[in-house]
């Protein structure tokens, strides 16, 4: 079943066309997910050929939401372009604090789909965001028809959330 939340996205590519669901439209998705994201250098050009269709494209307006603090979830979301704040509850109702900006090449929402739980952020586009999104489902037909292409984009991603923690402590010591 297709997350709700995805339901709310607009269903145009990166270029401002239809979905993806032709082999050009495929070619030009492949060719920027492996110039402009990370996560996909793992995989050979023709590796991104044959994973272009367990991916969706979309893009969102500025001050849209993407997902608040506690829904559920079931899609990662690789920013290509625009910017998303990321906040985090804090035991003062109404005072989030923002815990990041994300902005092209990041991901998010990767703890969700990997471990079922509830979404841990609030995600709110600051400026219009290009995404290509991975749903959980699609995630797991990867891992299971093609399972060495799956694994090179999860070393893609947890070498993405390492240097994510590895910031992250950095940032911490250089307050103390």
Not at 8 to 25: H, R, S
Not at 59 to 70: D, F, K, S, V
Not at 142 to 162: D, K
Request: proline share 4%; aromatic share 6%; charged share 25%.
């Amino acid at each position: 079943m297709k997350d709700p939340l995805l339901a709310d996205l607009d269903e145009v590519t990166l270029t401002g066309e239809k979905p993806c669901n032709d082999g050009e439209c495929r070619e030009r998705l492949c060719g920027r997910m492996k110039r402009e994201l990370r996560f996909f250098s793992f995989m050979a050009e023709e590796n991104l050929d044959q994973t272009a269709g367990y991916f969706e494209c979309r893009q969102l307006p500025a001050g849209a939401t993407l997902w608040q603090e506690g829904e559920s979830g079931d899609f990662i979301a690789f920013v290509v372009s625009g910017r998303l704040e990321i906040s985090k509850q804090t035991e003062f109702a109404g005072k989030p604090i923002v815990v990041g900006i994300l902005s092209r090449g990041a991901m998010v929402g990767e703890l969700s789909v990997l471990e079922g739980s509830p979404r841990s952020e609030t995600a709110v586009v600051l400026d219009r965001l290009d995404l290509i999104l991975l749903s959980r489902a699609n995630l797991q037909r990867l891992l299971a028809e093609r399972p060495p292409l799956g694994i090179h984009l999860l070393q893609g991603m947890l070498l993405t959330v390492s240097r994510r923690l590895t910031r992250s402590y950095e940032r911490l010591a250089s307050i103390f």
